[in-house]
Nanobody, 124 residues
Framework: QVQLVESGGGLVQPGGSLRLSCAASGIFVSINAMGWYRQAPGKRRELVAVITSGGRTNYADSAKGRFTISRPNADNAKNTVYLQMNSLKPEDTAVYYC???????????????WGQGTQVTVSS
């Protein structure tokens, strides 16, 4: 079983910052990439940012210049991903989900691993 556990959401005023964390645990060979998606009420889930095991990143246009995705280099934290969110706007309000693409214990590449979601609300 593979689990992704998120933390760090909450209520913040416009212009404020939050840092989301996600830790993957369980039995798997390795992680190819980890990312963050979000889903606002009445909208489809959308990509926010993704980072590969090699450190390559990709951001949604709405996140560029404000959000930073990162993964620790330390061996004991390599299955963790962070999303630093600065200059938050009301339109960033959504449930944020962590996602992982990994190589399972059977040697299969599988990208259908999701966390439970963490609420981010930007409001004054």
């Amino acid at each position: 079983q593979v689990q992704l556990v998120e933390s760090g959401g909450g209520l913040v005023q416009p212009g404020g910052s939050l840092r989301l964390s996600c830790a993957a645990s369980g039995i798997f060979v390795s992680i190819n990439a980890m990312g963050w998606y979000r889903q606002a009420p009445g909208k489809r889930r959308e990509l926010v940012a993704v980072i590969t095991s090699g450190g390559r990143t990709n951001y949604a246009d709405s996140a560029k210049g404000r959000f930073t995705i990162s993964r620790p280099n330390a061996d004991n934290a390599k299955n963790t991903v962070y999303l630093q969110m600065n200059s938050l706007k009301p339109e960033d309000t959504a449930v944020y989900y962590c996602n992982a693409e990994l190589i399972t214990s059977l040697g299969i590449v599988d990208s259908d691993y999701w966390g439970q979601g963490t609420q981010v609300t930007v409001s004054s």
